[in-house]
């Protein structure tokens, strides 16, 4: 077993870029934390190039790591770990992943999420999660919003972009073709024109966009929607956080 104990080894310092969107991007890897999350990613056939663990890990996991190939664990120092890890106490494990070399192409039926630049990691990762949860088809991550290895997205969505599609591509399109096969498109707004989400009917088929924290759906896609729709509040709050939003409305509209 391959072993690194100084936080200055060349690889980690390679690693450690990895917390960055562009190096991620430039490398087509990324970092997974805790035994959870790569237990996901194993069962789903990913990638795993390394799988870096301290003494905890080795012995809270030894018999799963016995199951994985010899040549990609790695036994590391705390500091090292600790150097590479994002949480206040690391987990024991560590993984870097290799990015899908495709994306999936949507296949347009099913209920579908459409994000339209939600910035926050946790919003983005949680609503991924709780589509999973809702048995939806995939999630569409449109202009603006996070990306999906994030750290912090990687923690809220607990594996579930291993379960669904999670696709990166402008919505307009996306929504077009949506209303071409004659599928049902919401828009989320508090408007004149939009009608409580408890007078739409069920549906097999449907896309729901949730838009930005502060700023909600643009104002282009809320006009390419067949409705736009709203949760009535009935006590004080001035509005609900996005996640909640989506949850609400997801379990509602699916069958």
């Given at each position: 077993?391959?072993?690194?104990?100084s936080?200055?080894?060349?690889?980690?310092?390679?690693?450690?870029?990895?917390?960055?969107k562009?190096?991620?991007?430039?490398?087509?890897?990324?970092?997974i934390?805790?035994f959870?999350?790569i237990?996901?990613?194993?069962?789903?056939?990913?990638?795993?190039?390394?799988?870096?663990?301290?003494?905890?890990?080795?012995?809270?996991?030894?018999?799963?790591?016995?199951?994985?190939p010899?040549?990609?664990?790695?036994?590391?120092?705390d500091?090292?770990?600790?150097?590479?890890?994002?949480?206040?106490?690391?987990?024991?494990?560590?993984a870097?992943?290799?990015?899908?070399?495709?994306?999936?192409?949507?296949?347009?039926?099913?209920?579908w999420?459409?994000?339209?630049?939600?910035?926050?990691?946790?919003?983005?990762?949680?609503?991924?999660?709780?589509?999973?949860?809702?048995?939806?088809?995939?999630?569409v991550?449109?202009?603006?919003?996070?990306?999906?290895?994030?750290?912090?997205?990687?923690?809220?969505?607990?594996?579930?972009?291993?379960?669904?599609?999670?696709?990166r591509?402008?919505?307009?399109a996306?929504?077009?073709?949506?209303?071409?096969?004659?599928?049902?498109?919401?828009?989320t707004?508090?408007?004149?024109?939009?009608v409580?989400?408890?007078?739409?009917?069920?549906?097999?088929?449907?896309?729901?966009?949730?838009?930005?924290?502060g700023?909600?759906?643009?104002?282009e896609?809320?006009?390419?929607t067949?409705?736009?729709?709203?949760?009535?509040?009935?006590?004080?709050?001035?509005?609900l956080?996005?996640?909640?939003a989506?949850?609400?409305?997801?379990?509602?509209?699916?069958?």
């Open positions: 077993m391959k072993e690194i104990l936080t200055k080894n060349v690889m980690i310092k390679e690693f450690k870029k990895l917390h960055k562009k190096y991620r991007e430039e490398k087509k890897q990324y970092i934390e805790g959870h999350l237990e996901e990613a194993v069962k789903a056939n990913e990638q795993i190039n390394w799988i870096l663990c301290n003494q905890r890990g080795k012995n809270e996991w030894s018999v799963w790591l016995e199951q994985q010899e040549e990609i664990v790695i036994n590391v120092s500091e090292v770990l600790a150097v590479l890890s994002e949480l206040p106490t690391p987990q024991g494990m560590i870097i992943v290799e990015m899908p070399k495709y994306e999936n192409n949507i296949q347009f039926s099913g209920s999420l459409l994000l339209d630049n939600v910035q926050d990691p946790g919003n983005v990762g949680t609503m991924i999660r709780t589509a999973d949860a809702a048995g939806l088809s995939g999630v991550l449109g202009d603006g919003s996070s990306d999906i290895y994030n750290t912090k997205v990687l923690r809220a969505m607990q594996g579930s972009n291993y379960h669904l599609p999670v696709i591509k402008p919505l307009a996306i929504i077009d073709e949506f209303k071409k096969k004659q599928i049902p498109v919401y828009g707004e508090l408007n004149p024109e939009a409580s989400y408890k007078t739409i009917v069920r549906a097999n088929d449907y896309a729901l966009i949730m838009g930005n924290e700023r909600g759906v643009s104002p896609f809320l006009e390419m067949d409705q736009n729709i709203y949760i009535p509040i009935k006590g004080s709050a001035e509005s956080n996005v996640a909640i989506a949850g609400i409305l997801m379990y509602h509209l699916s069958e």
